[in-house]
């Protein structure tokens, strides 16, 4: 068990009156009062248990105990002071370290980008090299240090842990709804003026799917096709109809008054979040800090 350590103004303390042999002189080198020198030592003397000076004709003198200990706390002071130097003034030790992060447009837009502010602020010296192409990492023809993802956590050449599910809500804007009724099953969607997701995790087809429709019924329904949520959501809030769009996109909005549910039932699919790193550099400082400020945000998605 480590034991207890005495405070550093105690050492300051002992070293200014060992080098001075004068608890007045020690005071003034540390800006310090005499009685608050002497009290510093006092506390140091009973932390111990030894006398480190005694006085003889008016003059303090270190006893034998207190000369070792003199030598040593020297030493240690004295490299602790240049240690310090060496950090504050050297600029290899002031070099940030670049993570490089992948993930998907509209999570880095929505949800992302408005929160990095604060994790430069906690970790200064981290710089974050964003982008959004994210089907190189599915592909592997590019490397990242640290890729945030939607799927189901089949990326190979990944350590993939799940970071959370999100659910699924089939939204308009009030003014398209004016007059019409919110759908009571995910089936009914479909009659709405619809908003599709064209991409290889369609949120139309799961939503579809699980309301019970075929494909073929599926490919039936008419509307819009974009790919990316934002484009979707962009859509939606030009009352162009309904579309199916995540949770973590649509809550502020729906919070608002801007957005409203178009159907009395969501939907949670099995795939979710994933964070993904190399598992062998999963100890690096950068990935290391940057999975655990996105694990306590992960409830704010």
Aim: net charge negative; proline share 4%; hydrophobic share 40%.
């Amino acid at each position: 068990m480590r034991g207890k350590l005495p405070s550093i103004i105690s050492l300051q303390c002992f070293d200014a009156v060992a080098h001075h042999l004068n608890m007045t002189y020690a005071g003034e080198a540390l800006h310090l009062t005499q009685s608050a020198v002497s009290r510093q030592v006092k506390n140091l003397e009973n932390m111990i248990g030894r006398k480190l000076f005694y006085r003889q004709d008016n003059q303090l003198i270190l006893t034998p105990v207190g000369e070792q200990y003199a030598e040593e706390v020297h030493k240690i002071l004295t490299s602790l002071n240049a240690i310090t130097q060496k950090i504050s003034s050297n600029t290899e030790y002031k070099k940030a370290v670049k993570l490089k992060v992948v993930t998907e447009p509209t999570f880095a837009i929505a949800w992302l980008m408005p929160k990095l502010n604060e994790f430069y602020i906690n970790y200064p010296d981290i710089e974050i090299d964003l982008g959004t192409d994210f089907e190189s990492v599915t592909r592997n023809t590019r490397r990242c240090d640290f890729a945030i993802l939607w799927g189901d956590g089949g990326w190979p050449h990944y350590f993939a842990e799940p970071l959370r599910p999100e659910t699924y809500l089939a939204v308009c804007t009030p003014r398209y709804l004016r007059g019409r009724k919110p759908a009571k099953t995910m089936r009914d969607v479909a009659n709405f003026d619809f908003i599709h997701q064209s991409s290889a995790i369609s949120t139309t087809e799961q939503w579809f799917l699980e309301a019970g429709m075929t494909e073929k019924e599926i490919s039936m329904i008419g509307g819009q096709h974009f790919d990316y949520f934002i484009y979707l959501l962009q859509a939606v809030k030009n009352n162009i109809g309904v579309s199916i769009l995540p949770e973590y996109l649509v809550k502020e909005d729906i919070l608002k008054g801007d957005l409203l549910e178009a159907c009395e039932q969501s939907f949670t699919p099995q795939q979710k979040f994933y964070i993904l790193y190399d598992e062998e550099r999963q100890e690096d400082y950068a990935i290391r800090q940057f999975r655990k400020w996105l694990l306590s945000h992960k409830n704010d998605m």
